[in-house]
């Protein structure tokens, strides 16, 4: 299961797969407001694989949103 593979377990589910507003940023800086920041010390492509292969299988409604941080690697 993904969120086993990723340690992500205790995540609480949401109604919306991507906050509106969020901005994404490669900047090394700590994050501000509502930017996050994509670590190079997570297993960030292969949780993006894993992602894009669940948008295209079985939920069509995460697509966008993977779409979106699959553009950070």
């Known amino acids: 299961m993904i969120l086993e593979r ?10 919306m797969p991507m906050e509106t507003g969020v901005v994404l940023t490669k900047d090394e800086d700590h ?8 670590s190079e ?12 292969y669940a948008a295209m299988s079985m939920h069509p409604d995460i697509t966008f949103a993977v ?3 699959s553009q950070f690697m």
Do not use: C, W
């Not at 990723?6 to 109604?15: I, Y």
């Not at 994050?31 to 994509?38: C, F, N, Q, R, V």
């Open 6 to 15: 990723f340690h992500l377990e205790e995540a609480d589910p949401v109604t």
């Open 31 to 38: 994050p501000t407001g509502t930017e996050l920041k994509i």
């Open 41 to 52: 010390y997570t297993p960030y492509q292969r949780a993006i694989g894993s992602l894009m």
């Open 67 to 69: 779409s979106m941080l």
